[in-house]
C-alpha cells in the first residue's frame, strides 16, 4: 500500500511539472503556487506516523517516548524548537539527529546503520518519513529556537562561519547563493540567509517533497546536496557542521512561521 501511495506522489509530481515546463514564459510565482496546491508529503507524513507508534528493533519498542525536547513522547510544536542543548546527550541536536538518537536508545536501532546508510533508504529514509510526521505538528507555529545555553551560541558561530567558508574546485561557499536578493536558479528562489527573513525562509520550506525528481528531502539531505554542488567534501550525516549551520538559519529566522513540510521544484 506504502509503495502504490508513493507511486502515486510521482505521478503527481510528474503531472505538476509537465505543463509548467512547457511553456516559454514562465511566471515563476504562479508555478510555486501551483506546486503548493495539494503536498504529497502527506504520504511520507502518513508513513512517519504508523513508524512512530509501530513496535520495531532489537527491542521492540515504539518511539512514543521519544524525547523531542518538550517531554516524553510530544510532537507538537517540537520542531519549531529544533535544534537545540539536549541535556541526556550533552550536544545540540537537530530533529535528524534526535530521531536517531531515540531509535537507537529505544528501539536499539544502531546509530551507524543510518549514518552510514543512504538517503531514501533503509533506516535513513524511515528516518526522513519520521521527520515529515514530526514537522507537521509545528506548520503554523513560531520558530523558538533557544540560544542562550553555552553550546548553542558555539554552534550558531560555527554555522556562521561555515556558511562563509569558501572551499570546493569551485571556491563557493553558502554565501556564494544565498547572500543577495531576488536571485533565483532557474524557477527556484533562493532566500538571502544573510536576512532574518531569508532565513526564515531558508529553514522553515525544509524538509520538502521535491517535484523534479518525485522525493523527499529533510534538511540533513538538502545540506548534503548544497556541498556536493560546492564540489567539495560531502559531510557525514547528521555531523556538526549540519547542524551548526541548521542552528545559525533556525536562529536568524526565529519568531516566523513554520511552513514545513515544503514543496519545491
Known sequence: MKKQLKAIAVSVGLALAAPAFAQEDLNFDAYREMLADGNPAELYEMEGEELWRTARGPKNATLEQCDLGLGAGVVEGAAAQLPRFFKDTGKVQDLESRLMYCMETLQGIPSAEIINGKFLQGERGKVAALVAYVVTHSKGAKLAVDLSHPK??????????????RTGAMDFSCASCHSQDDKRIRATQLPNITKPEGAAAG????????????????????LWDCFRQQRTAEPIF????????????????NGAEAQWPGVKR
Request: proline letters at 2%; hydrophobic letters at 45%; a positive charge.
Open 152 to 165: 548553542m551560541k558555539e554552534m550558531y558561530a560555527l554555522g556562521e562561519r561555515a556558511f562563509y567558508y
Open 203 to 222: 529553514w522553515s520550506s525544509w524538509p520538502a517533497y521535491r517535484v523534479s525528481n518525485s522525493q523527499f528531502w529533510t534538511m540533513q539531505h538538502r
Open 238 to 253: 547528521a555531523s556538526g557542521v549540519t547542524i551548526a549551520l541548521s542552528v545559525f538559519m533556525a536562529g536568524k529566522g
